[in-house]
C-alpha cells in the first residue's frame, strides 16, 4: 500500500518562513507525481493552493510556493501571517494506477 | 465561477448502501476537460480520495474501495454522484465533491456534507 507522509505538526513565528514536505513511500517525488497542495481550517472544506508541483490557482497568495526539494514535494510559506494557521495536506498522483493519493497532513501552528 | 455542492440522507443504517449527489453550478459538466472527484474524512481525520470520473464515464476508483464504490455522472442534471456499498460504522466521514482540471488535480471543492452510519 502506497503511503505519502507528512511532518504531523509545524510551528512557525508570525512573519518567518517555513516548508512542509511531503514524501512517497515508493521512492523520491518527482514532477510526474504531479504534486498538489491543499489548506484546511476547521469546520471548512480543504481549499486547493498549489498544483503540478509549483502552480498556483488564481486565488493562491504570494506568499506560498511549492517545489521538489530532496527527493520530496515541498510547500514554502514566506512571511507567515497568523490566518495561515491550518492543516496543509499534499497529493500525489501515481499515473501507473491512475490514482490519487494524500498525505496525512501538516498541522502548522503560528506562534 | 463553479461550485459544487454536496446532497444525500445524513444517516445511513450499517449495510445499506450509501448516495450522495454533488450538483454543479457555474460551469456544465459536458463541457469536459475536467474529472469530478468524491473524496471524504473520517471524524478528524486526513483525506482519503475515493475515485473520479470523467465528462465521458471513465471512472477511477481507490483500489481500497473499489468493490463497493460505483461513481456516474448525468450531464442532464449536471450532476454526479456516489454510491458506496456495504456501509460500515468506518465509513462514516465528510464526503466531499470536487473538480480537478486534470486526473492529477484538485481546484474546487463542495461545501462537503456528513454522513453518519448508525443502526
Known amino acids: 500500500q502506497t503511503v505519502v507522509t507528512q511532518e504531523p505538526s509545524l510551528t512557525v513565528s508570525p512573519g518567518g518562513t517555513v516548508t512542509l514536505t511531503c514524501a512517497s513511500s515508493t521512492g523520491a517525488v518527482t514532477s510526474g507525481y504531479y504534486p498538489n497542495w491543499f489548506q484546511q481550517k476547521p469546520g471548512q472544506a480543504p481549499r486547493a493552493l498549489i498544483y503540478s508541483t509549483s502552480n498556483k490557482h488564481s486565488w493562491t497568495p504570494a506568499r506560498f510556493s511549492g517545489s521538489l526539494l530532496g527527493g520530496k514535494a515541498a510547500l514554502t510559506l514566506s512571511g507567515v501571517q497568523p490566518e495561515d494557521e491550518a492543516e496543509y495536506y499534499c497529493?500525489?498522483?501515481?499515473?501507473?494506477?491512475?490514482?490519487?493519493?494524500f498525505g496525512g497532513g501538516t498541522k502548522l501552528t503560528v506562534l | 465561477q463553479v461550485q459544487l455542492q454536496e446532497s444525500g440522507p445524513g444517516l445511513v443504517k450499517p449495510s445499506q448502501t450509501l448516495s450522495l449527489t454533488c450538483t454543479v453550478s457555474g460551469g456544465s459538466i459536458s463541457s469536459g476537460g475536467y474529472y469530478w472527484s468524491w473524496i471524504r474524512q473520517h471524524p478528524g481525520k486526513g483525506l482519503e480520495w475515493i475515485g473520479y470520473i470523467y465528462y465521458s464515464g471513465s471512472t477511477y476508483y481507490n483500489p481500497s474501495l473499489k468493490s463497493r464504490v460505483t461513481i456516474s455522472v448525468d450531464t442532464s442534471k449536471n450532476q454526479f454522484s456516489l454510491k458506496l456499498s456495504s456501509v460500515t460504522a468506518a465509513d462514516t466521514a465528510v464526503y466531499y465533491c470536487?473538480?480537478?482540471?486534470?486526473?492529477?488535480?484538485?481546484?474546487?471543492w463542495g461545501q462537503g456534507t456528513l454522513v453518519t452510519v448508525s443502526s
Open positions: 470536487a473538480r480537478g482540471r486534470s486526473s492529477s488535480s484538485v481546484d474546487y
Open positions: 497529493l500525489l498522483y501515481y499515473g501507473g494506477a491512475q490514482r490519487v493519493v
